[in-house]
């Protein structure tokens, strides 16, 4: 299984809703990423988590709230989003046992709309 | 600190023709280098890899790359372009392996005529 896996696909919210976006992985990987990307954008680095504690925060806006629950769950929480901050979200995660094995496997993304 | 450097916002080439999308890259230490493509509303795909060893990497789908450490280039080839080829392609580069910041470059649009 290659998979990374997010869910839901798209998601539509009011700037005062509570909603989370969900990544899930079986590959045994012990490092898990989000990321946001803009319209014809690449993606922009958001958090990093390795063996389930938070490594890096790209100075994100707190309204953005990761979680990793365990090393095949990553969670991203949302609150009280702007409009600015429609985007695609993706999840990826790469192997941290082997530096050969570096590179990232992304998830299909969660196309999220805020009103 | 690392960057990388896509020339050009759009490439259009004829079914059967080479394909070529450049990727220089800028890095104070060796660099692992990517090439991914994505897919309208999809996630991103790896196509290949440069990490150590051999310059000249094979990828998916035909593709591959060579990294030339003089040129600090990693360019992106295909000897015959095919109509399912045309996405949107991203090189980027990361200093060490695991658990490294991913640095895309601003991506460049493949479109294949027929």
């Known amino acids: 299984d290659t998979e990374v896996t997010q869910t839901p696909k798209h998601l539509v919210m009011g700037m005062t809703n509570k909603k989370s976006l969900k990544c899930e992985q079986h590959m045994g990987h012990r490092a898990m990423y989000w990321y946001k990307q803009k319209a014809k954008k690449p993606p922009e680095l958001m958090f990093v988590y390795s063996y389930e504690k938070l490594s890096i925060n790209e100075s994100v806006p707190s309204r953005f709230s990761p979680e990793c629950p365990n090393s095949s769950l990553l969670n991203l929480h949302l609150h009280a989003l702007q409009p600015e901050d429609s985007a695609l979200y993706l999840c990826?995660?790469?192997?941290?046992?082997?530096?050969?094995?570096?590179?990232?496997?992304f998830g299909q993304g969660t196309r999220l709309t805020v009103v | 600190a690392q960057s990388v450097t896509q020339l050009g916002s759009h490439v259009s080439v004829s079914e059967g023709a080479l394909v070529l999308l450049r990727c220089n890259y800028s890095?104070?230490?060796?660099?692992?280098l990517f090439w991914y493509v994505q897919y309208p509303n999809q996630g991103l795909q790896l196509l290949l890899k440069y990490t150590t060893g051999a310059t000249l990497v094979k990828g998916i789908n035909g593709f591959e790359a060579e990294f030339k450490k003089s040129e600090t280039s990693f360019h992106l080839t295909k000897p015959s372009a095919h109509m399912s080829d045309a996405a949107e392609y991203f090189c980027?580069?990361?200093?060490?392996?695991?658990?490294?910041?991913?640095?895309f470059g601003k991506g460049i649009t493949l479109s294949v005529r027929p």
């Open positions: 980027a580069v990361s200093l060490s392996g695991a658990n490294s910041k991913l640095t």
């Open positions: 990826a995660s790469s192997d941290l046992d082997k530096a050969e094995n570096t590179e990232a496997f």
């Open positions: 890095s104070s230490v060796p660099p692992y």
